[in-house]
């Protein structure tokens, strides 16, 4: 599991990425492909939002707008690029 400072509606907080899966598309013929959800590649990533000291903070997680979820998990990338 990966840990990382964040802001969560301008508090700062920790994200812990708690499970990051990235498969991407099939390279070859689709009847060849273990599965249809493999043949156009997918992602699965799952977090938990902390407060400062490091405890799940259910409260502030509830404050997460789609806006801020997709910044989330475009910071979780980003630490996976690194």
């Known amino acids: 599991m990966k840990t990382?400072?964040?802001k969560v509606a301008?508090?700062?907080?920790?994200?812990r990425v708690d499970e990051y899966t990235?498969?991407?598309p099939w390279r070859?013929?689709?009847?060849?492909c273990p599965s249809s959800d493999d043949f156009y590649?997918?992602?699965e990533i799952?977090?938990?939002?902390l407060d400062r000291r490091g405890r799940e903070a259910m409260w502030l997680e509830r404050k997460i707008t789609a806006?801020?979820?997709e910044q989330i998990l475009?910071?979780?990338r980003g630490q996976y690029e690194q």
């Open 4 to 6: 990382f400072d964040s």
């Open 28 to 32: 070859g013929s689709a009847s060849t």
């Open 41 to 43: 590649g997918y992602e």
């Open 67 to 69: 806006d801020m979820d």
């Open 74 to 76: 475009e910071e979780i």
């Open 10 to 15: 301008g508090i700062p907080c920790q994200i």
């Open 46 to 49: 799952i977090y938990t939002v």
């Open 22 to 24: 990235v498969v991407p």
